[in-house]
């Protein structure tokens, strides 16, 4: 297979019978979903993106995904986890969680919803949406409006 892209999506076999698309590519993909939010797709956005995205929704920190690029013997550094985090984050492709004001999160998952905070391991849980219910907010500002809403359930192992 001629691995040269042509006018983008498609790669001609080297019998040039049929092309063949790459969508549904996980790599591919991921390059233009960056391209679609007005990033550009270098090769550590790109490869932070698939430590990011390619297990599902999940919640974890710079410092996890520094670990992790590091296992994956993604050249970075940790400085550079956080402008990328913080990038991604601009754009709507994570949600940053603040806790304590010490520690951020950031959510793969981008929908509506809420968190548990599991105190003592540090661990942040999804609630579903549809879960909780939020009323009675009071009025924003003058000139301003709520953007979200968002409620962490702080919990601890019964007896601590």
Same mark, same amino acid.
């Given at each position: 297979?001629? $691995?040269?892209?042509?006018? *983008?999506?498609? /790669?001609?076999?080297?019998?040039?019978?049929?092309?063949?698309?790459? !969508?549904?590519?996980?790599? $591919?993909? /991921?390059?233009?979903?960056?391209?679609?939010?007005?990033?550009?797709?270098?090769?550590?956005? +790109? !490869?932070? *993106?698939?430590?990011?995205? !390619?297990?599902?929704?999940? $919640?974890?920190?710079?410092?996890?995904?520094?670990?992790?690029?590091?296992?994956?013997?993604?050249?970075?550094? /940790?400085?550079?986890?956080?402008?990328?985090?913080?990038?991604?984050?601009?754009? *709507?492709?994570?949600?940053?969680?603040? &806790?304590?004001?010490?520690?951020?999160?950031?959510?793969?998952?981008?929908?509506?919803? $809420?968190?548990?905070?599991?105190?003592?391991?540090? *661990? /942040?849980?999804?609630?579903?949406?549809?879960?909780?219910?939020?009323?009675?907010?009071?009025?924003?500002?003058?000139? &301003?409006?709520?953007?979200?809403?968002?409620? +962490?359930?702080?919990?601890?192992?019964?007896?601590?």
């Amino acid at each position: 297979m001629d $691995h040269n892209a042509s006018k *983008g999506s498609i /790669l001609q076999n080297s019998d040039a019978r049929a092309p063949v698309s790459l !969508a549904g590519c996980p790599v $591919h993909d /991921l390059k233009n979903r960056l391209r679609s939010v007005g990033l550009r797709p270098t090769r550590q956005r +790109v !490869a932070l *993106g698939w430590l990011l995205f !390619a297990r599902g929704d999940r $919640h974890l920190t710079a410092e996890t995904l520094y670990e992790e690029a590091q296992r994956a013997r993604v050249p970075v550094s /940790l400085a550079t986890i956080y402008n990328t985090l913080n990038q991604f984050s601009h754009v *709507g492709l994570l949600r940053q969680i603040a &806790m304590d004001g010490t520690k951020s999160y950031f959510d793969t998952n981008v929908t509506d919803h $809420h968190h548990f905070f599991v105190e003592g391991e540090d *661990g /942040l849980v999804d609630i579903p949406g549809h879960d909780l219910s939020v009323s009675n907010l009071p009025e924003p500002p003058e000139g &301003m409006e709520i953007a979200r809403v968002e409620v +962490v359930v702080r919990l601890r192992k019964k007896g601590e």
